[in-house]
């Protein structure tokens, strides 16, 4: 009998969710003040970093910027100052553990705890698997995945103690579904998906409510990452590169928002769905037509190209 109450309940809940998400794809949720929150974006130096700042400090959030290239992170961080927000720079190799740990101690100690921390920096080897340095393969996952779980073990505990914080996932819809050739990131980002999914569940199981996550999965953006990448050309107009403003736009509206999860452009939930539901060779078929089977190799090309032995640095 219990069982069955407990069923009726879930069904009720699950149906309530449903229609709040429909509710919310057309009405503007209530977006939240972040003023004077203290909030770490890494990968700062780079274009999705730069125009995360940017839209941060619009909103009158304090700044901790996280960058290996110096020179790039002090440039976005004059340009957060010219809007009238407190900024700190860190030079951070998110590569390794102890840089992220020693870094971490620094913030707490010069500037205070983090309530709110964008996980945006991301790196790609550009090679093929079986030409690939192992050194870079291992990097991309050391950047894109591990360093999540060393930034969380850094900063939730503060949180935690206050029951207040925002962790923000930069990743993919790579991290959603597949293509050739670039093994290391979609691995990576497989990842970065899961262990957000799980820190997600993990916070609602201990009754943390006041700390909110949000996972961003958005299509190629067009940073000059995955250069050269291409689908057929009767469907690139319909699915083109994305816009790195809209993109930073479209993510902050689902920070502010409190949205657990959004993926950009919506299209890309069809084919999430679809991945899930369809046979394998159905999906191939479907990758097949629309040339995303084969999309990244121009860019694979182009990457060989142009390195010689350093891995291709996203934002």
């Known amino acids: 009998m219990i069982l069955i109450v407990d069923l009726l309940l879930m069904i009720i809940d699950v149906t309530y969710s449903i229609l709040c998400a429909v509710v919310r794809t057309f009405l503007h949720p209530r977006l939240k003040s972040i003023d004077g929150e203290l909030c770490l974006i890494t990968g700062a130096g780079g274009v999705l970093g730069r125009l995360f700042v940017l839209e941060f400090a619009k909103e009158g959030a ?10 790039a992170n002090e440039r976005t961080a004059q340009l957060a100052r010219e809007l009238g927000v407190e900024v700190r720079t860190y030079t951070v190799d998110l590569s390794k553990r102890q840089s992220i740990y020693d870094a971490a101690e620094r913030v707490r100690a010069e500037v205070g705890d983090v309530s709110i921390l964008v ?12 030409e690939c340095p192992d050194e870079l393969l291992e990097r991309t996952l050391l950047v894109n995945c591990h360093a999540l779980f060393w930034m969380t073990k850094a900063f939730l505990p503060q949180m935690k103690a206050r029951n207040h914080g925002h962790i923000v996932t930069i990743a993919s819809a790579l991290g959603l579904f597949t293509t050739a050739c670039v093994e290391d990131y979609c691995a990576s980002k497989f990842g ?15 009754n943390h409510d006041g700390i909110k996550t949000t996972l ?5 953006v067009d940073t000059g990452m995955f250069s050269g990448c291409e689908i057929r050309k009767e469907i690139r107009n319909l699915i083109p590169p994305l816009e790195p403003l809209y993109t930073v736009q479209q993510s902050m509206k689902a920070i502010l928002g409190e949205q657990e999860m959004i993926c950009i452009p919506r299209i890309m939930y069809i084919v999430f769905i679809a991945r899930a539901l369809l046979p394998w060779e159905a999906n191939v078929v479907a990758y097949r037509f629309t040339g995303g089977d084969k999309c990244m190799m121009p860019f694979i ?15």
């Open 301 to 315: 090309k182009n990457a060989e190209t142009k390195t010689s032995g350093e891995s291709k640095t996203f934002i």
């Open 192 to 206: 970065a998906v899961g262990f957000h999914e799980s820190l997600a569940h993990e916070l609602r199981a201990e």
């Open 216 to 220: 961003v999965c958005p299509y190629i």
């Open 119 to 130: 996980n945006n920096a991301g790196v790609v080897a550009g090679r093929r698997l079986l």
């Open 62 to 71: 304090h700044l901790v910027l996280w960058d290996c290239d110096t020179a």
